[in-house]
């Protein structure tokens, strides 16, 4: 089994030419790290049509090398095969036509170390280009190559969900590590506590010199009414009192459409909690092991985040109330880099000013559609379609996860799915009024 090494820091608009060649190559590098652990098999397997094949990752990832940097960039540059802009375009419709996402598991050719040969033949052009562009060309190019440090470390996460998908749905419950070993928890987790915030008017949305998706723009004001934010995330043993108490049968905590999805799709519990001689087990990316009632509940939809607050007397909150209560909060917490890749039990009950587990163990479902912020305007181009065409049918999550890259999570990043995705480490955070 791979060592685990820490992936690089957030890309960002670095000042000189080896920085950028430095985080290009340990993002690059990071994400074959995550792959040592497969066997060949695993990299094909597409379990379900959000789930893309370990190998497609690593194809479309250097797609986008390809198209949004080395093609426009060099003149002449040919790719090591002329159908993978067709194969591993995921959504870009200005782009051309594409393979439909549904199939990507059907995609036997190119083979895995055909693929690998296709990233490493993007890396030496990539590389070959960076060390050789002027000075000026670097600093037009910046952008796009920050952008695809991003959008490649988006993909990282992307692989260990969509890995671990695919081995839970293998009877044998195959691990893709070993157990690690990490400090025991407490067993017990400090009482939930109420933090309140008074009302105002407040600016939310990225500014600064950093780096942020254009989803995260332009920086604007909100009024707020007074409200209260848990002090933690919500805990397996806490959700087990819901599923206990008949939850999944009381059609008055659910939305219409979050009823008719549990009836439809017979849910009884979060995706990946099974039930073994009368105990309840939960599948990891260790393989399959006993619960652990003290960790944040995961794998959780949007409406059983809605419904789980509806019986707790409480709502989900705002995306904007989740930002001003995280915007003073060092980033902190369960990402990737512990390599537990599992969200981790609350050790302290942290201060009675700040709420605890903002960032990291999993993404914080809100109440907030995912729409575009006052005056958005994507970017121009193929690359204006990265986020602003999928504002629509899904709501924002917040906080990063345990499978997130730290430095890659923002107090003003947001995340969007559609309200029954369940495979991502998604959890929830109470909220309510004053």
């Not at 066997?39 to 990832?61: C, F, I, N, R």
């Not at 619960?291 to 607050?309: G, I, R, T």
């Not at 999550?397 to 309200?419: D, E, I, K, W």
Request: include cysteine.
């Amino acid at each position: 089994m791979v060592d685990y090494v820490q992936p690089a820091a957030a890309p960002k608009q670095v000042a000189t030419r080896q920085a950028l060649i430095e985080q290009y190559k340990l993002v690059r590098s990071f994400t074959e790290q995550l792959c040592e652990p497969l066997a060949t098999e695993d990299y094909v397997v597409q379990s379900m049509p959000d789930v893309s094949p370990t190998k497609w990752h690593l194809a479309h990832v250097s797609w986008f090398w390809e198209t949004f940097v080395l093609s426009a960039a060099q003149p002449g540059y040919t790719s090591l095969h002329p159908q993978y802009t067709y194969l591993f375009n995921s959504y870009y419709d200005s782009i051309g036509e594409r393979h439909c996402r549904p199939r990507r598991g059907l995609i036997s050719r190119p083979t895995v170390e055909e693929t690998y040969q296709y990233r490493h033949y993007v890396d030496q052009h990539m590389l070959d280009l960076l060390t050789r562009i002027d000075e000026a060309q670097l600093t037009e190019l910046t952008p796009i190559i920050t952008l695809g440090l991003q959008h490649e470390q988006q993909h990282q996460e992307l692989m260990l969900t969509d890995i671990k998908h695919v081995l839970a749905c293998n009877p044998l419950h195959p691990a893709y590590l070993s157990e690690r070993k990490h400090p025991p928890s407490s067993g017990s987790v400090p009482p939930l506590k109420w933090l309140s915030y008074e009302e105002g008017i407040f600016e939310i949305g990225h500014q600064g010199d950093g780096f942020a998706f254009d989803n995260e723009c332009p920086r604007h004001r909100v009024f707020l009414n007074a409200f209260r934010l848990a002090s933690r995330l919500v805990t397996n043993g806490e959700y087990l009192d819901f599923i206990e108490s008949g939850g999944y049968s009381i059609p008055t905590l659910w939305l219409s459409e979050g009823w008719h999805t549990i009836q439809e799709q017979q849910w009884q519990a979060p995706l990946y909690w099974e039930k073994r001689d009368g105990q309840w087990h939960v599948q990891t990316l260790m393989g399959l092991r006993k619960m652990n009632w003290d960790e944040p509940v995961c794998h959780v939809s949007y409406y059983e985040a809605d419904a789980y607050a509806r019986w707790k007397h409480a709502r989900l909150a705002t995306e904007a109330e989740w930002e001003i209560a995280a915007r003073d909060i060092p980033i902190e917490g369960n990402f990737v880099e512990s390599g537990r890749y599992h969200p981790a039990p609350l050790a302290s009950a942290g201060s009675d000013e700040q709420p605890a587990q903002m960032y990291g163990d999993v993404w914080e479902w809100t109440q907030s559609a995912y729409a575009p912020y006052p005056g958005y305007k994507p970017a121009p181009g193929a690359v204006g379609e990265y986020n602003g065409k999928f504002m629509c049918s899904q709501f924002v999550l917040r906080g990063g996860s345990c499978a997130t890259p730290r430095a890659h999570v923002r107090s003003t990043y947001r995340n969007f799915f559609p309200p029954d995705a369940r495979w991502q480490f998604t959890g929830i955070r109470l909220a309510g009024e004053v």
